[in-house]
């Protein structure tokens, strides 16, 4: 089980690095444009299963669940934001309770582990989808794209025994 968190928290983060996640000001490109640095994360992401899915049609399915996924990572990204702007507001608001602030992190919360749950469950859709020999060449391949944009700080050696 420990394997299977780390290789869904290894596909987030290896699309938020490559979209340029969200504490950052600018796209991991430069550009500073998070609709293109996601697009050319996504290009990467299906050229990696072209190179390790062999069956087109499993290809296929894997690139579409990979859209899935990046398009909750967007959300997610998007309602953070949401989230960050009524906490700024509130902030500004000298007779602001802590219970306001608590309504909004809690709310936060719970939709940070509705979006983990959703990648959870798309993580063990394509995870049928693979042998698992293709799982592990696949996760390698993240491992190796994450590492190129210079976010490697976490273990993921659970993920490359193909658990």
């Given at each position: 089980m420990n394997g299977m968190k780390q290789f869904v928290g290894l596909l987030a983060v290896t699309i938020m690095t490559m979209a340029g996640c969200g504490h950052h000001g600018m796209g991991s490109y430069g550009h500073g444009d998070r609709g293109y640095a996601a697009e050319?994360?996504?290009?990467?992401?299906?050229?990696?299963?072209?190179?390790?899915?062999?069956?087109?049609?499993?290809?296929?399915?894997?690139?579409?669940?990979?859209?899935?996924?990046?398009?909750?990572?967007?959300?997610?990204?998007?309602?953070?934001?949401?989230?960050?702007?009524?906490?700024?507001?509130?902030?500004?608001?000298?007779?602001?309770?802590?219970?306001?602030?608590?309504?909004i992190l809690d709310e936060m919360s719970n939709s940070r582990m509705r979006s983990a749950s959703k990648i959870l469950g798309l993580r063990f859709k394509m995870k049928e989808l693979l042998t698992a020999q293709e799982w592990r060449s696949l996760s390698d391949?993240?491992?190796?794209?994450?590492?190129?944009?210079?976010?490697?700080?976490?273990?993921?050696?659970?993920a490359k025994e193909g658990q």
């Open positions: 050319k994360g996504t290009q990467e992401m299906s050229a990696l299963v072209d190179q390790t899915v062999q069956d087109q049609e499993k290809a296929k399915q894997v690139k579409a669940i990979v859209g899935d996924i990046v398009a909750e990572v967007k959300e997610t990204y998007r309602q953070n934001r949401q989230y960050h702007s009524k906490l700024y507001e509130l902030n500004g608001n000298y007779e602001a309770t802590p219970e306001e602030f608590t309504k391949g993240m491992n190796n794209l994450r590492s190129r944009y210079g976010h490697s700080g976490e273990s993921t050696a659970g």
